[in-house]
C-alpha cells in the first residue's frame, strides 16, 4: 500500500462527489488530548487533513455507500465530536460530543483540462479543517475510463480525529457494512467494539507520574539537539519561514530485496527497524559527523480495544543512536518507545510544550504486516498527506508484502534539495547494498 501526497496520488479521470453528513447542537464537553491540542490550536488551515484512498470491486449506488458510511461513523466516538474556538479560555480548544446523521451529495465539477486530485484537494482543504462540523468528508471517483470503471473512495479527516492506523479501520468498517448490507445482514454486527478516543485520553491522564529516568532521558537528548526537538543533521537553507513542500516517494526495496534484508537482521538476531536504524545511524556519523537523532512516532494503542479505535494515537518520541552496532540500535528503538509511552503533556511541561525549531527531523516505520487492520492488494490502497508548506524534514518507511517504500516531505530551497536528496540515495543504497549481500553458507 503506497504513501503518497495528493497531487501526486493515483486517481482516475471522472465524476468527483462527496458526502457531507450533518452534526448536530455540541453537548457533552470531552477530554482534549496534548497532540489534539497543539494540532487545533493553530485554527483552520489548508492542509490539516490525511486521507485514504482505494477502489471499490464495483460501481455503488450513492445512497448504500451514504448509508454504510453514517453506520461507519456511528461506531466512533471521536468522529461524533467538534471542537469548538468559541468557549475556549486562553485559546485552548473545547471538544463536545455531537450526534452526526446523514447528509447530502454534492458534485464537484472537474473541467475537461483539469487534474481532478487538485479539485479533490481543494475540496478537503475547505471541508476537513479543525473547527469543521464535522471535520472529515467522505468523497466518491466515478472513472470515466470504460475499461476500469471501478470507483474510488476516499475518507480524509483533519488529523485531530485520525492517525493512518484509523484510516485502515475506517476503510475496513466501510467494506464490512458495504458486503452486510449487499447480503441482508445486520451492518457491522460482527465488528469489534470501537472504544471512544476520549476514553482513552482520560486513561492517559490518569497514569501515575512520569518516572525521573524518563524525565532525565528526554532532557538529555533535548539538550544534545540544542533544547529543541531534534532536527535534520544536514544544510537545509533558509527556514525560518515555512516553505513550499518537495515531497519524495522512492522505492527502496522490493519483496525479494526485502527478503534479503530480513535474513541479513536474522543473522544479526534481531528485527528489521533496529538494521535500518543501524543505517540510519551510520549514515549520521558519516555524513554529519553526530549520532542519529529524530523525532520519532510511536503508537499508543495500548489497553483493550483500541486496535480497532478511530483516533489521533500517534504520539512522539525521540530516538538517539550514537553506535551503529544492531544490537544497541534495538536497545536505542526499545528505548524511544518508552520514551513515548508516557503523557507528552507532563513529559515536556518543563520545556513550555513540545520545543519545536525549524529543520526539525522526524523518522517514522510502519509495518503494514504487522498491523491487524489492512486493504486487500486488489482496492490498490493509498494513504495520502495533503499539500503543506514546511519547514522541517519528515521521513516515512512504509513496509509491506511487497517490500518497503519511503515517503520524504521537506521544505523546497536549493540547499535542501541536495542535502535530503543525498541522505536519501545514501539511505536507498546502503540498505540496497545490504539486502543484496549473499548469506553465509552454512
Given at each position: 500500500m503506497r504513501l503518497t501526497e495528493v497531487t501526486q496520488m493515483t486517481l482516475p479521470t471522472g465524476r468527483l462527489w462527496s458526502h457531507a453528513l450533518v452534526a448536530g447542537a455540541p453537548g457533552e464537553r470531552l477530554p482534549v488530548s496534548f497532540d489534539q491540542r497543539?494540532?487545533?490550536?493553530?485554527?483552520d488551515r489548508a492542509g490539516s487533513w490525511m486521507a485514504i484512498s482505494w477502489r471499490l470491486d464495483d460501481p455503488v449506488a450513492h445512497d448504500r455507500l451514504a448509508d454504510a458510511w453514517v453506520r461507519v461513523v456511528a461506531r466512533h466516538g471521536t468522529l461524533n465530536s467538534v471542537f469548538s474556538p468559541t468557549d475556549v479560555p486562553q485559546g485552548t480548544p473545547v471538544l463536545r460530543e455531537v450526534v452526526v446523521g446523514p447528509g447530502?451529495?454534492?458534485?464537484?465539477?472537474?473541467?475537461?483540462?483539469?487534474d481532478v486530485r487538485l479539485v479533490l484537494r481543494d475540496l478537503l482543504d475547505e471541508a476537513c479543517v479543525s473547527y469543521a462540523a464535522p471535520s472529515y468528508r467522505l468523497c466518491l471517483v466515478e472513472p470515466d475510463a470504460p475499461e476500469d470503471g471501478r470507483p474510488v473512495v476516499v475518507i480524509a479527516s483533519d488529523h485531530a480525529h485520525v492517525d493512518m492506523w484509523s484510516l485502515l479501520v475506517l476503510a475496513r468498517d466501510l467494506l464490512v457494512m458495504l458486503d452486510d448490507l449487499d447480503a441482508g445482514r445486520d451492518p457491522g454486527a460482527d465488528l469489534p467494539v470501537a472504544p471512544a478516543f476520549s476514553r482513552h485520553t482520560a486513561e492517559l491522564r490518569a497514569r501515575p507520574p512520569v518516572p525521573a529516568r524518563i524525565r532525565h532521558r528526554w532532557d538529555a537528548i533535548l539538550r544534545a539537539s540544542g533544547g529543541v526537538m531534534p532536527r535534520f543533521p544536514l544544510p537545509l537553507g533558509d527556514v525560518s519561514e515555512p516553505r513550499p513542500q518537495v515531497v519524495e516517494v522512492r522505492d527502496v526495496l522490493d519483496a525479494e530485496e526485502l527478503v534479503g534484508l530480513v535474513?541479513?537482521?536474522?543473522l544479526r538476531r534481531v528485527r528489521v527497524l533496529p538494521l535500518v536504524v543501524s543505517v540510519l545511524t551510520t549514515l549520521s556519523l558519516e555524513l554529519a559527523g553526530e549520532p542519529l537523532r529524530a523525532v520519532f512516532p510511536v503508537h499508543s494503542r495500548h489497553g483493550e480495544g483500541y486496535t480497532d479505535a478511530c483516533g489521533w494515537f500517534i504520539t512522539n518520541a525521540v530516538l538517539e543512536c550514537e553506535d551503529p552496532d544492531p544490537t544497541v540500535c534495538t536497545a536505542r528503538v526499545k528505548e524511544?518507545?518508552?520514551l513515548g509511552s508516557w503523557p507528552l503533556a507532563d513529559v515536556l511541561a518543563p520545556y513550555g510544550g513540545m520545543p519545536e525549531a525549524p529543520g526539525m527531523f522526524a523518522v517514522s516505520w510502519l509495518d503494514l504486516d504487522r498491523l491487524p487492520v489492512g486493504l486487500d492488494p486488489r482496492h490498490s490502497g493509498q494513504f495520502v498527506s495533503a499539500d503543506i508548506?514546511?519547514?522541517g524534514v519528515m521521513i516515512w518507511f512504509v513496509r509491506d508484502a511487497r517490500g518497503v517504500h519511503l515517503r520524504c516531505r521537506y521544505p523546497d530551497t536549493p540547499e535542501a534539495r541536495v542535502s535530503v536528496s543525498t541522505w536519501l540515495d545514501a539511505v536507498c543504497d546502503r540498505?540496497?547494498?545490504l539486502a543484496r549481500t549473499p548469506a553465509p553458507l552454512g
Open positions: 497543539k494540532h487545533v490550536s493553530s485554527g447530502e451529495w454534492h458534485e464537484h465539477p472537474v473541467a475537461a483540462d483539469a535474513d541479513q537482521a536474522s524511544a518507545v518508552a508548506r514546511t519547514d540498505l540496497g547494498a
